[in-house]
């Protein structure tokens, strides 16, 4: 049974680790992943469109990234990089870090996704007169977007718990608040179930969003039928 | 008004297309017929530039390039003055049938959204689609796609429209509507190039038959000419064995 010390530990601490997650877990999160979308679309587009030089940029970078754990990518910028005269804060850190390692995955996504887009799709574009822009814009991108929307969806989810690793180099984030409260009060066990439960409100509230966001671009009519 | 002459293609070792020449005059609509392989698509596809030709010229509303070398700003010209329909109609998914038929005239033209919308929803209605202008594709049948489609190639009043199989991918009871609309078109005397199977539709609308195998012109003729009497043995055994099989 919870005893009352261990139950008022819990009703204290469950403010105590929240601020922090909306303070710092979800604006590093908002801010990474936009950063990593407008990479991933951009490291996408090159491969799709066959850029010369910065196609073999754009692999060696995604290779890069995917090949090396993100604990160690956060290690390498916090610690690493002041060896050469380059000294970023934990939040700013964290945020490239986070950014890089996602836009590799998330371009990987859109690449696929462009893909899928049927062949015909540009030629009727062509053909209609519009110029490759035009139709990567306004009819290729859209709809790439839509088959890749659950995919990036799980990305930002997954995102969303990755971000407690940032405790690892002193982002007051809600894991490393929940790791100070254990350490006043030796409770591991309630608190890091306590600071679970967080992380999976989060999520449950962003797999909502998600489904409606699948619903809103069900524009086409695919499931209408 | 469109005069090409001498095109080749080959994919690797394959020679799709092995000199073909071909002329249509205004108002003319052209049925090119043949076998499956024949390199009737291609060559229609190579008019487009969809396909860059290997070699060849065209003459087209006054002017003459080598295909083999034409640049993209040609091409995009060419473009504008001509209009392509597909055989599984590419209508971009992710835009209603009027915003399908809008599309090219806002963004390729520069025309005001205004006028667009007034001219795309002239030229649905056209087709027979004014209660579907907000339809997206997926909600629409195979023949109203392709009424959409043709409706896109319309709506910009090309010199010169091309329609690779248009009713190949339809059901059966679809294709009649399609045809429908195609024959409205030829009595108005739009311009059309045609690549078919429908034998009825090259005997009774168009004005010329080419017909094609092994990647050249085997005979072309007037579509009497070539149905009731044809010079070469393999289009008389071409067309009645279609005929018979239809």
Redo the contacts between chains.
Sequence with gaps: MISERLYSILVDSFWKILLPGLKVTIPLTVIAFSLAMVIAVIMALIQFANVKVLKHVARFYIWVVRGTPLLVQLYVVFFGLPKVGIVLDPFPSAVIVFALNEGAYGSEIIRAALESVPRGQMEAGYCAGMSYLQIMRRIVLPQALRTAFPSLSNSLIAMVKDTSLAANITVAEMFMATQRIVARTYEPLALYCEVGFIYLMFSTVLTRLQRMGEKRLDFYGYHGR | MLEIRDVRKRFGSLEVLKGVDLHVDKGDVVAILGPSGSGKTTFLRCI?F?EIPDQGTMEFDGETWDMSRISKKEI?GI??K???V?Q?F??????TALENVT??LI???RMPRAQAEETGKRALDKVGLSDRYD?????LSGGQQQRVAIA?AVA?EPEIILFDEPTSALDPELIGEVLEVMRELAREGMTMLVVTHEMNFARNVSTRVVFMEHGKVVEQGTAREMFENPRMERTQEFLSGTANRG
Aim: hydrophobic residues 35%; glycine residues 4%; without cysteine.
């Design positions: 487009n969809l995009a473009r504008r001509t209009a392509f597909f599984n590419n209508l971009f998914l992710n835009k599309e090219g963004v390729a033209r339809y997206y594709p997926h909600q896109r910009p």
